[in-house]
């Protein structure tokens, strides 16, 4: 599988800084949560 870099131009253009990416309401641990609830159901 390979995401396309439109993708993550839509995912990502919102962050701004690093807590944006890493933080407690970062996309990162959205994209985690959103990938765990997909693989359970």
């Known amino acids: ?3 396309g870099k ?3 131009d ?3 253009k919102e ?3 690093p807590p944006d ?3 407690e ?3 990162l ?3 985690t949560t959103a990938l765990v ?3 359970l159901d």
């Open 10 to 12: 839509e995912l990502l």
């Open 6 to 8: 439109e993708l993550l």
């Open 37 to 39: 609830d997909w693989s």
């Open 21 to 23: 990416l890493f933080g």
């Open 29 to 31: 641990k959205q994209l």
């Open 1 to 3: 599988m390979n995401i």
């Open 15 to 17: 962050c701004k800084t």
């Open 25 to 27: 309401g970062g996309i």
